[in-house]
Each structure stands twice: as C-alpha cells, then as structure tokens.
C-alpha cells in the first residue's frame, strides 16, 4: 500500500522529494504528492518529513 501526504498537513519543504529512492514524490500546486503506482512503501518519505504529514 502506497503512502499518502495529507495536504493539511503538507508545508511544501521538498524534504520528503527529495529523499524518495524511487522518485515517486512530486510537487502539485502547493503541496507534494505521491505517485501510488510507484511508491514501494518503504517508508522514508514519512521519516523525512518534518510536518508528520505523510502516513501509510
């Protein structure tokens, strides 16, 4: 199962872009995004961001 950001929650720092081993994690507008189909759920992304805003 992918992980989502909660968009409430997302501050836009890029922390969590850039640290994606799969490249998975994109700027939409004002937040970032997951792409699911490429997320491997390795969970890095949710240990990087400092806002606690992604989650599985």
């Known amino acids: 199962m992918a992980y989502k950001i909660d968009a409430d929650k997302c501050v836009n720092c890029g922390a969590c872009e850039s640290d994606c ?9 004002d937040k970032r995004t997951i792409d699911a189909d490429k997320c491997i759920s390795c969970g890095t992304c949710a240990g990087t961001c400092p806002a606690e805003a992604i989650s599985e």
């Open 21 to 29: 081993p799969v490249s998975a994690i994109s700027e939409n507008g």
